[in-house]
């Protein structure tokens, strides 16, 4: 639906909102900048999120970068209200919330440097999809980027299957949460019920497992919407191309190859490095791929295709790279194993290269610039490097671009505002304090959503406004206990009093939650 004086379905099932941090515009302009584009700095920029819920995307963003200006559209009016409210608790008034119809959206909104559109562009009417990519070129600014997600195909093929299962069950339903609970144990009796060794019982099987994971709300909105549809990527290119518009990257750059092994990789890199469009759409045909996050700029850009010996040495360097435990009988000698995110192992033997790791590990999540991660990783491996230094920082060169190829490296243009190291009076974000005070999950400084692990945590974090030392810290979350106790409040495993070195483990658990300010 596409009229505000229609009802709107996320007014009446709320969609979960928060952040995306393949959204940010820092991991944004990064991507852009190593294709030889000059995006807007993230420290002053013009943002626009279409489809920007109850602010959740937006809002940490506007607090993480004063100077810049944000604009959130919806059609939900209750989500609008929402977010509006949210943003003047935290007193932003860099960030503004409309509720207006995205088909009725025109130029006088100005140039952004970025414009995102998450969630929305599989689910809306095909008058808003075609909308939404005028818009990116009546909009974006010469050097700006835009982002779209949706859904994608190949891949989504296998989860209509599960959809015409659901559909059918609620074909005369329209209450949501009845809709939800038909939909579910229709699914679940059919695939039960299906031959498990053919293809058809497969895929609905796995969907069924994927579904039962899924939040209600979530589920609502993006498997009950009979109008979703899912596009190949070279169906949103060719709408783009309409608009004056190219393919950037994708968000999830520079994973080159994906989930693709072997001959898939082989048939991959037959494919020219320049033409990058052509070697997605050759991927997805190759993996399935059901999810994209596609970015857009402007067609007369000449862009720099392909990752040069040097490319790393303008950026920022992260990975969150932690020395693996070995058996004895796996141990070789100078040899290192790292695990990064998702059991991802790397065994390691160049002394420079396991140095680097050593210190991106230890700093983690903070980023630091290339020529400091070379300085330090030689004082690091001083007594494992040979007479050449200058072959051995080639050397480091070539391990951490095979790394980054591999996405176990994170690289910014500018360093996220955070740090791990403890001050004497500890600052957490204004964001993180204010969700912690009334929410399990909050939003760290790499914009990514974190779940706090219990009541005691929260408070702990929404105390860090940077008024407090270690010994206040203390006083205070034993008040609270204290105060919790003789409430009668349930809390499960909540302690009769915190120790010193409890706050002190807290602090540094904070810290590598992302959440401790510079």
Not at 22 to 27: D, K, S, V
Not at 140 to 155: C, D, E, M, T, W
Not at 488 to 517: C, F, Q, S, W, Y
Request: glycine share 6%; charged share 25%.
């Amino acid at each position: 639906m596409t009229s505000a004086s229609a009802i709107n379905p996320y007014d009446a099932v709320a969609y979960p909102g928060h952040s995306f941090s393949q959204t940010h515009p820092a991991r944004l302009a990064t991507i852009a900048h190593f294709h030889g584009m000059s995006p807007g700095l993230p420290s002053e920029m013009r943002v626009l999120e279409l489809g920007c819920g109850r602010g959740g995307n937006l809002i940490p963003m506007a607090a993480q970068y004063p100077r810049s200006r944000f604009l959130g559209i919806d059609l939900s009016g209750d989500s609008i209200r929402q977010a509006n409210a949210n943003a003047d608790e935290l007193g932003l008034s860099n960030v503004t919330f409309r509720q207006e119809d995205i088909l009725e959206l025109t130029a006088d909104l100005g140039r952004f440097d970025y414009i995102i559109v998450h969630g929305v562009y599989s689910w809306v009417p095909d008058p808003v999809r075609e909308r939404i990519v005028a818009l990116f070129g009546e909009l974006l600014s010469p050097q700006g980027v835009a982002y779209v997600s949706y859904n994608a195909l190949p891949g989504c093929r296998l989860r209509d299957l599960a959809r015409d299962v659901m559909f059918y069950a609620v074909r005369n339903i329209d209450e949501p949460r009845e809709r939800v609970r038909v939909a579910r144990a229709a699914l679940k009796d059919v695939a039960e019920a299906s031959d498990p060794d053919s293809y058809h019982g497969a895929a609905l099987r796995q969907r069924l497992k994927q579904i039962d994971e899924l939040p209600d709300n979530v589920f609502y909105h993006d498997d009950l919407n009979a109008g979703a549809r899912a596009f190949a990527l070279h169906e949103v290119l060719s709408a783009a191309g309409r608009h004056g518009l190219q393919f950037l990257a994708e968000a999830s750059f520079p994973n080159l190859y994906g989930a693709a092994k072997g001959p898939a990789q082989q048939l991959l890199a037959q494919i020219p490095i320049e033409e990058a469009a052509r070697r997605e759409q050759m991927l997805d045909l190759l993996i399935g791929r059901a999810f994209r996050e596609t970015l857009l700029c402007r067609t007369e850009l000449p862009l720099r295709r392909g990752i040069r010996a040097d490319a790393l040495r303008s950026y920022y360097l992260a990975a969150n790279a932690r020395v693996a435990q070995q058996a004895t009988e796996e141990a070789r000698p100078g040899v290192e194993r790292f695990e990064f995110d998702e059991g991802v192992r790397l065994s390691v033997d160049l002394p420079l290269c396991k140095a680097a790791l050593g210190v991106m590990s230890a700093i983690w999540p903070a980023s630091i610039a290339w020529e400091e991660l070379v300085a330090r990783s030689c004082r690091e491996a001083a007594g494992e490097l040979g007479p050449d230094l200058d072959h051995e920082v080639e050397r480091l060169d070539e391990a951490l671009i095979a790394i980054f190829k591999a996405g176990l490296l994170d690289i910014r243009l500018e360093p996220p505002a955070l740090t791990t190291e403890i001050s004497e009076k500890p600052a957490a974000s204004a964001i993180a304090r204010w969700q912690a005070s009334s929410a399990l999950e909050v939003t760290d400084l790499r914009h990514r959503t974190v779940q706090l692990d219990s009541l005691v945590v929260r408070k702990f974090v929404s105390l860090l406004d940077g008024s407090r030392d270690q010994r206040m810290l203390l006083d205070d979350i034993n008040a609270f206990l204290a105060e919790t106790r003789a409430a009668g409040i349930a809390v499960t495993n909540l302690p009769e009093r915190a120790t010193a070195a409890e706050v002190a483990m807290h602090l540094k658990d904070v810290a590598r939650l992302a959440l401790l300010r510079a």
